[in-house]
C-alpha cells in the first residue's frame, strides 16, 4: 500500500481508511456514552478501541445501529463476540445456500457471530439507537494476511463450527466442568445467552477470585474469544492475579478502582464505574477493589478459553501462584506493597462511607 506509514500496523491503517478514531490508553471511560462516528462500510456508527493490554492481537469496537434501522449485511475473517449494552433487536447469520438463524438480543445479551458467516443486526425501537461492544480478532488476522479481499470478499466456510442449524442460536444451556486449576470450574456453553446476569445461582462459581466473589465463563461458537463475569462484594478487593493480552474488562455496576503493575515496576490505579473498560497489560499484576456499597460486577471478553487457548500466559489463571500458576495471595506479595495496597483501599472506601469488609478480604 502506497499510503502506509513506516512502523505502522495494517489494522491501524485500516481503521483510518475507514474514517474513524482508534482509541488507546489502559482505559476507556464510559463505553455507553463514547463519541462515535458515522461508519460507511455498516451503515452504522462506531468507534474502534485498541487498549494497551490487547498486544496487537484483538481489539474492541463500540457501535451503533440507528432507531428503526438496520446494518448493512457483513462477514469477515476474524472472530467477533459481541455485547449488547443497550436497546433491544435482532441479528440474522447465514451462510451461502443456507437459509438464514434470526435471534433477538436485548441489553445484557451476549453472542458469537460464527467464523465468515454473513450477518445483519437489526434495530427493534423505532425511536432509540442500539448500542453494543464487539471484541474481534481483526487486528492479528489484518496484520497476518494486509489484504481486505481476503478479510471481507472470503467464499470460505467453516462447517465445523457452523453449518447452518436451525437451532443454533436456541439450544440449551450447557456446562462442562473444567479442572486444570486444581478443581472443579464450571463453564456455561451455548451460542447465545439471553441475559449474561441472569446465570442460575448453582452455575456460579464462588470464591475463586476471593471470599465473596462469585462468576461463571463462557465459550460461544467454537471460537478462540472467551468471556467470564465476576460479581465483587462492596467493600472487598480481589486477589492479585495475570494472565495473558486481550482481556477487556467491561465495569457494569458497581464504583472501584483497579491496581496494574508490572514486576518489580510501578503501581497505575485506573478508577472505574459503571460503563468503564480496562484492558490489563499482559502479564502484569492487577488487582480490583470495590469501593462502592453495593457488589459490582464486570465482563470480560477476552482471547482465549478453556477449550481453545492462543498462548500458554493464561494456564494458570486461577491457580495459586505457589503451585505455579498467576493468582497470588496477599502473603506473596512484599510487605511494602502489600501495604500500600491496604492503605490505598482503606483511603477509598472511607472517602465514600462504605465499610471495608476485613473479615471477608483476610480470609482471601
Not at 173 to 193: D, I
Request: proline share 5%; glycine share 12%.
Amino acid at each position: 500500500m502506497a499510503d502506509l506509514q513506516w512502523n505502522s500496523l495494517y489494522y491501524d491503517e485500516w481503521v483510518r481508511r475507514e474514517g474513524l478514531d482508534l482509541i488507546r490508553g489502559n482505559a476507556v471511560k464510559d463505553v455507553f456514552s463514547e463519541p462515535l462516528k458515522p461508519w460507511a462500510r455498516v451503515g452504522g456508527s462506531a468507534v474502534h478501541v485498541q487498549l494497551q493490554g490487547s498486544g496487537d492481537l484483538n481489539a474492541a469496537c463500540i457501535c451503533e445501529i440507528p432507531a428503526g434501522g438496520k446494518l448493512e449485511p457483513q462477514r469477515h475473517m476474524y472472530e467477533e463476540l459481541t455485547y449488547i449494552l443497550n436497546g433491544n433487536g435482532s441479528t440474522s447469520v447465514w451462510y451461502p445456500g443456507h437459509g438464514k438463524n434470526t435471534f433477538e438480543w436485548q441489553a445484557g445479551s451476549l453472542f458469537s457471530i460464527p467464523l465468515n458467516a454473513s450477518y445483519q443486526h437489526f434495530n427493534g425501537s423505532g425511536s432509540q439507537p442500539a448500542r453494543y461492544l464487539a471484541v474481534t480478532t481483526a487486528p492479528i488476522m489484518m496484520n497476518l494476511i494486509r489484504n481486505d479481499d481476503f478479510i471481507f470478499n472470503n467464499d470460505a466456510t467453516f462447517p465445523e463450527r457452523y453449518d447452518g442449524e436451525q437451532d443454533y442460536f436456541a439450544r440449551q444451556l450447557e456446562t462442562e466442568t473444567y479442572s486444570g486449576w486444581g478443581f472443579g470450574y464450571s463453564v456455561a456453553l451455548s451460542n447465545f445467552f439471553p441475559d449474561v446476569t441472569g446465570i442460575p445461582a448453582d452455575m456460579l462459581n464462588y470464591n475463586h477470585r476471593g471470599t465473596g466473589t462469585s462468576g461463571i465463563s463462557f465459550i460461544l461458537a467454537d471460537g478462540v474469544l472467551g468471556a467470564h463475569t465476576l460479581e465483587v462484594p462492596g467493600g472487598v478487593y480481589t486477589k492479585p492475579h495475570r494472565h495473558g493480552p486481550g482481556a477487556h474488562v467491561l465495569w457494569l455496576r458497581g464504583e472501584g478502582y483497579s491496581m496494574l503493575w508490572p514486576d518489580g515496576g510501578e503501581v497505575i490505579k485506573e478508577d472505574w464505574g459503571r460503563g468503564t473498560m480496562i484492558v490489563p497489560p499482559s502479564w502484569w499484576w492487577h488487582q480490583h477493589a470495590v469501593v462502592s456499597k453495593e457488589p459490582a460486577l464486570h465482563l470480560a471478553l477476552r482471547l482465549g478459553n478453556t477449550r481453545h487457548r492462543v498462548n500458554r500466559l493464561s494456564e494458570g489463571l486461577l491457580k495459586s501462584a505457589k503451585q505455579g500458576g498467576s493468582q497470588a495471595d496477599f502473603d506473596d506479595l512484599s510487605p511494602e506493597l502489600a501495604g500500600f495496597l491496604r492503605k490505598t483501599f482503606e483511603e477509598e472506601c472511607a472517602k465514600r462511607g462504605t465499610p471495608v469488609e476485613w473479615r471477608v478480604v483476610d480470609g482471601l
